[in-house]
């Protein structure tokens, strides 16, 4: 997957605006959206929120977990432990870019939350490779990503996977008779 | 456009080759030391070495790999093959002592390619070798790894060289994987020209200029 | 050694790596072809004395020309397979016509395969997304806006949009522009999309 393609699933997650305008609900395929009154807030998908702003519709409430004192606890907790620990929003990333980028007016300390989201990624990423290589180290079998986002996973995606492959490929190679049975000469 | 949309049959690693990857084709190319255990009448002139009509039966010459795997039966007596010096056991120890300090691409440059073909071939020394390319595969991931996640902008050419080509490849995901990422944080997202077109242009120009 | 010919024909597109497309080696693959006939003649004639003679013998090297019978075959087909892969991602980097350059480089059946491909491709996207049909090689990456803003890299003529009016592409000209209509050209490199 290419990164713009797991940026545009991010799009769908909901967050909140506070409109200056009015308008009925919307009625799509996707989803009701609406109604939009003045100062009221309300839920729309990201894609919208950030169409909205850049033509200064309205304002976004950033998400709750987009705070400088629970991001530090995170990168704490991060730090600590040696598993991925469970993160506010499975796409905290592509999300922090997004508005940050679109609407970084409406976020307090826009510049340390960036900081600290990327603090948080390179702890999980540095942690992801040495995972990747005591698993192969260790002729591991199989593994568990629990809590690991999509964006996290794919950067990875083709790498990890083909390492396996290559790896199941010569471990066949030392028990005869498994892979080694049928093949074709050409 | 980042995605290539040529993508060539993949090789396929240890013992099976795939019949239409290029990388395979190359790599059962590559010539093994042989001992005749069997005469090949009329065949002498393939023989640069000898002017008699046959190869005799004990003739020791070098093989391609396709044919040493085709004429090769367990049953019965055609040929011997012998293992190539860089899986033999002094090279074995070297392995094992530290997989890190060969060049695999001089050595191979099919280095994990061959030696798991080498296993077709009957010989008391499979199990080592089995164990001692897995062993070099694991010992050296790291270092892969490491290098194909910090290799952005920076030169790794000195370090790539010494990559055989299973190794090559999977230091192309990473870099890929890592880069296309690192795009998308900087922003750089935007619709670009095809590589092949780039490619191509590239060497149209130099067409011109020679 | 048998089988030379063939394998440099192999060599040639592996040299190549990201995609291009070589010139068609007509010669190279009459040579292989020429091989194989010989090696083919020459088995046919020893399996019929070894029949005729009981010269059982002739069994190894009835084999061995047999091996380098089904090598050449290997390779030849490997080497056309793997050109087909190539021109059928030109119809997804360039479009649907070909730059003359690129065309000269592909053997007569080569062109056929391609218009019979694009022609394929034409056929399911007319017949995908309702009425108007679906072009699925646009949008390879989720648009962010509807129209972008290029700089035109060279000369490229009249260029129409959709409600009819024409622009100059002009090079080092800039443009506002329906996306959809210009990321052939980008891809092409005609066009630059510009972020502002």
Redesign the interface.
């Known amino acids: 997957m290419?990164?713009?393609?797991v940026?545009?699933l991010a799009e769908k997650e909901m967050v909140q605006i506070i409109p200056n305008f009015s308008l009925d609900k919307v009625y799509l395929i996707g989803g009701d959206l609406g109604p939009f009154n003045p100062g009221l807030p309300v839920q729309v998908p990201v894609w919208l929120a950030l169409n909205l702003k850049q033509r200064q519709k309205c304002r976004i409430v950033p998400p709750e977990w987009m705070d400088v004192q629970k991001l530090e606890e995170i990168r704490e907790q991060e730090r600590r432990e040696e598993t991925f620990t469970p993160i506010p929003s499975p796409y905290y990333m592509e999300l922090t870019?997004l508005l940050l980028?679109h609407a970084a007016d409406n976020i307090p300390k826009a510049d340390e939350i960036r900081t600290l989201v990327k603090d948080i990624w390179d702890t999980r990423i540095a942690k992801l490779?040495l995972s990747?290589?005591s698993f192969?180290?260790h002729?591991e079998a199989h593994a568990k990503l629990d809590n690991l986002t999509l964006?996290e996973i794919?950067?990875?995606?083709?790498?990890l996977l083909?390492?396996l492959?290559?790896?199941y490929?010569?471990?066949?190679?030392?028990q005869?008779g498994s892979?080694?049975e049928k093949?074709?000469?050409? | 456009m980042d995605t290539q949309s040529y993508m060539p049959v993949p090789p396929g690693i240890g013992m099976e080759e795939n019949f239409f990857s290029l990388d395979d084709i190359l790599l059962s190319h590559e010539r093994l030391p042989c001992r005749l255990q069997t005469t090949f009448p009329r065949l002498g002139f393939l023989e640069k070495s000898s002017d008699t009509q046959d190869i005799p039966e004990g003739t020791k010459m070098e093989m391609p790999l396709w044919l040493a795997k085709g004429l090769y039966e367990q049953k019965r007596r055609v040929l011997t093959v012998e293992l190539p010096k860089v899986y033999r056991e002094g090279w074995r120890t070297v392995f094992g002592a530290d997989p890190n300090v060969v060049d695999l691409h001089k050595m191979g440059p099919y280095y994990y390619g061959l030696g798991s073909q080498m296993l077709h071939f009957d010989s008391p020394e499979n199990p080592e070798v089995a164990q001692t390319i897995l062993q070099t595969f694991i010992g050296r991931f790291r270092r892969i790894m490491d290098s194909s996640q910090n290799a952005y902008d920076s030169d790794t050419s000195a370090l790539v060289e010494r990559l055989d080509c299973l190794e090559r490849a999977l230091f192309r995901a990473g870099q890929s994987g890592l880069n296309a990422f690192q795009r998308w944080e900087k922003g750089h997202a935007h619709l670009t020209a095809s590589n092949l077109v780039i490619n191509y242009r590239k060497r149209k120009l130099a067409d011109m200029n020679s | 050694m048998f089988c030379e010919k063939a394998v440099e024909l192999i060599r040639e597109l592996h040299r190549m790596g990201d995609g291009q497309l070589p010139a068609f080696n007509e010669d190279g693959i009459r040579q292989v072809l020429e091989e194989m006939k010989a090696l083919y003649e020459q088995n046919q004639s020893d399996v019929n004395e070894a029949k005729a003679e009981g010269k059982s013998e002739l069994i190894p090297t009835i084999k061995f020309r047999h091996n380098c019978l089904l090598r050449n075959q290997r390779c030849i087909a490997a080497y056309l397979y793997d050109r087909l892969l190539r021109i059928r991602a030109l119809r997804w980097e360039y479009g649907s016509v070909l730059p003359t350059n690129i065309r000269f480089h592909m053997c007569a059946e080569e062109l056929e395969w391609f218009n019979q491909y694009k022609k394929s491709l034409a056929t399911y996207m007319k017949s995908i997304g309702g009425e108007g049909g679906l072009d699925i090689t646009q949008d390879m990456k989720p648009p962010k806006s509807l129209y972008i803003e290029v700089r035109c890299l060279k000369d490229h003529g009249e260029f129409e949009i959709e409600d009819g009016t024409v622009i100059l592409l002009k090079k080092n000209s800039q443009h506002f522009l329906p996306r959809w209509k210009c990321e052939q050209l980008i891809r092409q490199g005609v066009l630059e999309h510009v972020i502002s």
Do not use: C, G, H, V
């Open positions: 290419d990164p713009s393609e940026e545009f870019k980028n490779r990747i290589d192969i180290s002729q964006m794919n950067t990875t995606r083709s790498f083909d390492s492959n290559s790896m490929k010569l471990r066949s190679n030392t005869p892979a080694a093949t074709m000469d050409y």
